[in-house]
């Protein structure tokens, strides 16, 4: 399958695996891998953020229900949110999710912004688990022709070495623990090598940081700097 698809498809396995109930995806550009996730019942809350409205808006009409939806019996306990907004900032409505998944997302923000992104995400929504996937420069020389970085939006594209390093960081800091992996194979005997194309970091919030729950104060000042584009209750 396109490589796309096997990052979606290594999301999906998490969620079958880990049920997780309320799920944001931060750049969800067209909504895809929502699309996929809207037929995993044990989702009751799924939410898009991307800095791109116009974007949203094109293809948000596709996350409404079909009818077939409620053919399911048990299909009925989901709610999809659209945001237009930037993981630079923080927005309260995010805080206490299951999942934060971040796919091919941290290369197009400068390093200062990353910066940002981790606190954002790490320090003040606090999820319980975070998949974040970026490009592995490593296996670039095995694009035939490939001069420069995969797309020319991208600020950076991390070796191995780089992105493990940020993410160790940021575990370190904020209470996660990290395993690295990755979707998109090289040939054989060179795995090993060049790594895969994609890699992931899979987070999961250290137990002992809050008990496995927490408690958002009520006092905190709500930061709502995000714009709600669609919503719509199954
Ligand atoms: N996650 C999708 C996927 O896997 O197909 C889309 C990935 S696309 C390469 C990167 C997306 O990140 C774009 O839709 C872009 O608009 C969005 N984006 C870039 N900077 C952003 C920011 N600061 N905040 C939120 N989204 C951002």
Redesign the pocket.
């Known amino acids: 399958p396109a490589l796309?698809r096997q990052?979606?498809q290594f999301v999906i396995d998490f969620v079958k695996k880990n049920q997780p109930r309320k799920v944001v995806?931060?750049?969800?550009?067209?909504c895809?891998?929502l699309k996929y996730l809207k037929f995993h019942r044990e989702v009751e809350l799924l939410v898009g953020?991307?800095?791109?409205g116009a974007?949203l808006k094109k293809h948000m009409h596709d996350l409404r229900p079909v009818s077939t939806d409620y053919l399911q019996p048990t299909f009925d306990q989901l709610r999809i949110e659209l945001y237009q907004?930037?993981?630079?900032q923080n927005d309260t409505r995010l805080r206490g999710f299951d999942l934060v998944t971040s796919?091919?997302?941290i290369e197009?923000?400068t390093l200062p912004?990353v910066q940002r992104f981790s606190e954002v995400v790490f320090g003040h929504m606090v999820p319980v688990s975070v998949i974040v996937s970026t490009p592995n420069s490593e296996f670039n020389p095995l694009f035939p022709g490939l001069k420069g970085f995969r797309?020319h939006d991208h600020k950076f594209e991390w070796t191995r070495a780089e992105f493990q390093s940020w993410a160790l960081k940021v575990s370190a800091e904020y209470g996660y623990e990290v395993e690295f992996t990755g979707v998109g194979e090289a040939p054989t005997g060179q795995q090993e090598r060049v790594g895969f194309c994609s890699q992931i970091a899979v987070f999961q919030r250290l137990k002992g940081r809050d008990d496995g729950n927490i408690l958002f104060g009520d006092d905190a000042e709500d930061e709502f700097s995000y714009t709600l584009l669609y919503s719509i209750t199954y």
């Open positions: 796309y990052r979606h995806d931060l750049g969800c550009g067209e895809s891998l953020v991307d800095i791109n974007k907004g930037s993981v630079t796919i091919e997302l197009h923000l912004d797309h």
